[in-house]
Every structure is written in structure tokens, then in C-alpha cells.
């Protein structure tokens, strides 16, 4: 069974930064793309952003020049460097994984735990 493990959340100063990981482990997998979500406190979890097999990312507007998504394929290891926080950053973080394992030919969704991330000072 594929897992996923987020790391790195924490507390951060308005315009701090804090860098999060999302470690896939397991055996005979394949990723296909990887995204990042985030759910506030009352709110529905939304897209942060992803990454595709290709390399191309994508962002939600609100996050966008300040959150950068990349990915080590050989550590299969997904991260989201967050600058420039703003308290509406605050939520839990999810990593979630399309991908395919063993000998199925469907891709399916993983999620990560999720990591809290509070911006406060």
C-alpha cells in the first residue's frame, strides 16, 4: 500500500516561509501527478497547486508568486516552498498522489495526513 507523509508545517511569522515535503513510499508504484491541498478552519479543502508528469505546475491564483511546487522523482518526493505567508495561508495541508500501483493500469488518488500550518505573529 502506497503511503504519503507530509512534513514541515509548523508556525510562521507573516511573511515567513516554511518549506513542506511529501514523501511516497511503498513498492511498484508510478506517479502521475502530484498536487497540494490546504483546508482552513470552516472551509472546504481547496487546490494549492500541482505538479504533472511532465514537470509543468499549476497554482490557485491566490498563491501564485509565492508558493513554488517541485518534486525529486527519484526520492519520490513532492515539496511546497511557501514565502511571503499571510494569516489566510493557516490551514492543514494534504498531499495527495494520482498515481497507479502494483499491476493496476487505473490511476488512483492517495492522500497525506496533512500537516497544520499556522501563520500568525
Known amino acids: 500500500q502506497v503511503q504519503l507523509m507530509e512534513s514541515g508545517g509548523g508556525l510562521a511569522q507573516p511573511g515567513g516561509s516554511l518549506r513542506l515535503s511529501c514523501a511516497a513510499s511503498?513498492?511498484?508504484?508510478?506517479?502521475?501527478?502530484m498536487s497540494w491541498y490546504r483546508q482552513a478552519p470552516g472551509k472546504q479543502r481547496e487546490l494549492v497547486g500541482n505538479?504533472?508528469?511532465?514537470?509543468?505546475?499549476n497554482y490557485v491564483d491566490s498563491v501564485k508568486g509565492r508558493f513554488t511546487i517541485s518534486r525529486d522523482s527519484a526520492k519520490n518526493t513532492l515539496y511546497l516552498q511557501m514565502n511571503s505567508l499571510k494569516p489566510e495561508d493557516t490551514a492543514v495541508y494534504y498531499c495527495?498522489?494520482?498515481?497507479?500501483?502494483?499491476?493496476?493500469?487505473?490511476?488512483?488518488?492517495?492522500w497525506g495526513q496533512g500537516t497544520q500550518v499556522t501563520v500568525s505573529s
Open positions: 505538479i504533472i508528469d511532465s514537470g509543468a505546475t
Open positions: 495527495n498522489a494520482y498515481l497507479t500501483e502494483g499491476t493496476r493500469t487505473v490511476p488512483q488518488y492517495y
Open positions: 511503498g513498492s511498484r508504484f508510478r506517479i502521475y501527478a
